[in-house]
């Protein structure tokens, strides 16, 4: 499936999925609010997964720049696919300055390492690279961990 910034396959295979197998399946990808958990569970998910409505709450060591370039993201795309598996990041003009080039694959993921520090460890979000999800957009406030859960979960009792 497609989950942390990795592309894959969609959620319209979930139920192929856990119809085949024994054990329960987790849905992972684009899952930042209540409407994402609940099309989980209608498709028979037993749980989920989310990252990058999490990787910017309270409790995360970001930054408040990489906190605010998610949610004041409004670029479209929101978020551009490198390499092969592709990564999801941030449509920053670093990204795009990446997409141009003709990079093998380990000079890539060299680059995203070192962009990724860049953004993550010196603060600097344009020179950088922010691994997240499609969901990005949907991720507007700072929420604690528990805030973020309980948005959720709200509801969704069985």
């Not at 670093?94 to 080039?101: F, L, S, V």
């Not at 691994?131 to 990005?136: I, K, P, R, S, T």
Request: charged share 15%.
């Amino acid at each position: 499936m497609e989950a942390g910034a990795h592309i894959g396959q969609n959620s319209v295979l979930w139920p192929q999925i856990i119809q085949n197998l024994s054990i329960p399946v987790i849905a992972a990808g684009g899952i930042a609010t209540r409407a994402g958990v609940k099309a989980a569970f209608d498709l028979g998910c037993e749980g989920v997964q989310s990252g990058t409505v999490f990787s910017v709450c309270s409790e995360s060591p970001v930054s408040d720049q990489w906190r605010e370039a998610i949610y004041q993201n409004n670029n479209e795309p929101a978020t551009l696919a490198l390499g092969m598996p592709a990564i999801r990041v941030l449509n920053t003009a670093r990204a795009q300055e990446i997409t141009k080039k003709n990079l093998s694959q380990a000079e890539l993921m060299n680059n995203l390492n070192q962009d990724f520090m860049t953004a993550f460890k010196d603060k600097n979000v344009e020179n950088g690279v922010i691994f997240a999800g499609e969901d990005v957009n949907l991720i507007h406030q700072k929420q604690s961990a528990q805030q973020i859960i309980n948005e959720l979960a709200q509801g969704l009792e069985k």
